[in-house]
């Protein structure tokens, strides 16, 4: 029966940039396991030759006509932002304290 | 159908014939679902943004197109609802996440643009499970949408905002998405009718991604025209999205029209087996909901169907599947909300000078709710090195054997049918913390999202222990849309001949109170 540990929680949430709390954690482990408890019988369904499907309808290479056609303004992209300056998106610093 | 003088009463396509004949004009028609929402909506909750002075404004507009004789469609001046996780310019886009609040996209969708350019004013935003990850609304971070069949109840989800906004009459006609089932459960537990169309047939472009292999943008209506009406006007190709198919809409109104004519010989209708389809109380169907589907398969046999046994033993996976692929595309397609570009942005506490990594995992935090946090950790685990193979890779296997389950099926039938949720509308709070109870509301609709075929839900009448809505739900090929629309108007016409008009009718009237 597949489990997931509340470590491996912490180390999933840490890979997805979610800031989980210990009340969190204690929490969500258990619900994960029981859902993954529930979807475990999957593993064993299809065998080695049956194809996997991404998805239903396939259709390959859509190109479009290489032609320029209006996009946002910068004004426009910009008018959800957090913060911004001099036309860009300002985000807190993105280098580690010693870099 | 009561209240001549109530508009809001009316079906789209009756309100279209009277814009037409001037009986009445699409500002006042406008003006009386806003009357209506200001009415019901504090305790219905279906809408997460009303936008009257807009909705008013473009009705003005299309009755001056009216006036100067050239009208922009079948349905200009008709008044929409539409979910909120399609971006509209101008008009707060939430996906009932706190991540998204106050945020005004910059541009439309196109199904949102398509409706503006045929002329339907938008009345405002619906409710949903946040990120349309849920079965019930109660995973909207605005609160829940309540059932307007009994308060107390879920409307099903995640676009039960926009069910419960037709049933509720505030709305001729909403907009939905279904990745799982989120326009076709919500219609059987509110008595509405919901379309899933063929994937690729409507354009996802602007429509905020849940799993992109799976979503399906559709009608949310109170009939099986009405709904095949909005198809015409939001089908077709849009080069603005990659999947969406390059064909033209299938005969989706022609085939409503006549369909409701009732005659349905030389049909043959697949009744699956693993869908409720052995007709037994088995585990997790509702007998009143079994029952009312039955009744529905002997009126199609009575109209002229010829109905088949159907097999398709790899359904008792797609739920397992289904959760797989859901959330591992889900935790990729939500990496975006990073606090970066748009969106909350939360500065952790206690850390001076955060990174924006910290940043990140704090507005994550704060901004998503716990079934989002669940489904994306699920998602990460699922596509992480050492399980991809075992889940996701297997989860893809799976989806081809139910597409060949339901290749076999058609081989055998023109159209499947069953139950669409295996129970009526369940209390609200009854299922919150508990998930895979939440998920097994989906377990009928999910085979079609997979597979990617068309879906319909249609009112199949009241249950006997409660007294609340079931739906049946009729499946057919990929691009054979206009199937649903012919056997879904014949057995609402039948249906409607034996409840002596729309099961709507029986619902409780609303107490009128604050919005």
Request: aromatic share 6%.
């Amino acid at each position: 029966m597949p489990e997931i540990t509340r470590d491996e929680v912490a180390h999933l949430a840490d890979l997805a940039r979610i800031d989980l709390d210990d009340a969190e954690l204690d929490h969500l482990a258990p619900q994960l396991s029981v859902i993954l408890d529930s979807v475990a019988s999957i593993s064993a369904v299809a065998s080695d030759d049956i194809p996997p499907t991404s998805h239903a309808i396939p259709l390959t290479n859509v190109f479009r006509e290489d032609v320029v056609t209006p996009g946002l303004t910068a004004e426009q992209a910009l008018s959800g932002a957090p913060a911004q300056e001099q036309q860009r998106f300002s985000v807190p610093r993105i280098l580690g304290d010693e870099q | 159908m009561s209240g001549t003088t109530d508009w809001t009463r009316r079906t789209a396509a009756e309100l279209a014939d009277a814009l037409a004949t001037g009986e009445v004009t699409s500002v006042e028609l406008t003006r009386a679902h806003l009357d209506r929402i200001a009415e019901v909506d504090g305790a219905v909750h279906a809408f997460l943004h009303v936008d009257a002075e807009g909705a008013l404004a473009q009705a003005a507009a299309s009755d001056e197109r009216r006036a100067a004789g050239t009208p922009a469609s079948a349905l200009d001046g008709v008044p929409i609802a539409v979910k909120d996780v399609l971006a509209t310019e101008g008009l707060p886009t939430t996906c009932g996440s706190r991540i998204l609040e106050g945020w005004i996209p910059p541009y439309d969708a196109t199904v949102v643009a398509r409706l503006r350019a045929a002329g339907l004013p938008i009345l405002g935003k619906t409710n949903m499970d946040e990120f349309a990850m849920g079965s019930s609304t109660e995973h909207s971070a605005y609160g829940p949408t309540h059932n307007p069949w009994d308060l107390d109840r879920i409307p099903g989800g995640s676009g039960g905002g926009s069910a419960a906004a037709v049933a509720a009459f505030e709305a001729p006609l909403a907009i939905g998405t279904d990745t799982g089932g989120s326009i076709r459960q919500p219609g059987a537990v509110t008595g509405t009718v919901g379309v899933k169309p063929t994937y690729g047939g409507v354009s996802r472009y602007g429509l905020v991604a849940l799993a992109n292999s799976l979503d399906q943008a559709g009608p949310v209506t109170r009939t099986v025209l009405d709904s095949a009406l909005l198809h015409e006007i939001i089908g077709g190709h849009d080069p603005l999205d990659s999947t969406s198919v390059d064909l033209p809409v299938p005969a989706v109104v022609e085939a409503a029209r006549q369909g409701a004519g009732g005659d349905l010989s030389g049909l043959r209708v697949g009744v699956v087996t693993e869908l409720g389809g052995d007709r037994q109380g088995t585990e997790g169907w509702q007998p009143g909901v079994l029952a009312r589907f039955q009744e529905s398969v002997d009126l199609l046999v009575k109209a002229g169907a010829e109905v088949v046994e159907v097999s398709c033993p790899s359904f008792v996976h797609a739920l397992a599947a289904y959760y797989l692929i859901l959330p591992a595309e889900a935790s990729s397609n939500l990496a975006k909300f990073d606090a970066m570009r748009y969106g909350l942005r939360v500065l952790p506490e206690g850390i001076d000078n955060p990174s924006a990594e910290d940043v990140m995992r704090a507005s994550r935090d704060a901004g998503f709710g716990d079934e989002v946090k669940r489904r994306i950790i699920l998602g990460t685990y699922a596509l992480s090195s050492g399980y991809y193979d075992a889940y996701y890779g297997q989860a893809q296997k799976v989806r081809t054997l139910i597409s060949r389950d339901f290749e076999a099926a058609f081989e055998k039938a023109d159209v499947l049918v069953s139950p669409t949720a295996p129970t009526t509308a369940f209390k609200l709070g009854e299922k919150i913390d508990d998930p895979i109870a939440m998920y097994l509301n989906d377990l009928a609709t999910i085979p079609a999202n997979l597979a990617g075929v068309p879906g319909i839900s249609v009112p199949s009448g009241l249950a006997d222990e409660d007294g609340l809505p079931a739906g049946i739900q009729i499946l057919a090929p990929a691009l054979a849309d206009d199937r649903l629309y012919r056997v879904g108007a014949a057995l609402e016409a039948a249906l409607a001949s034996q409840w002596g008009g729309p099961l709507l009718d029986k619902a409780p009237e609303l107490a009128g109170g604050p919005a």
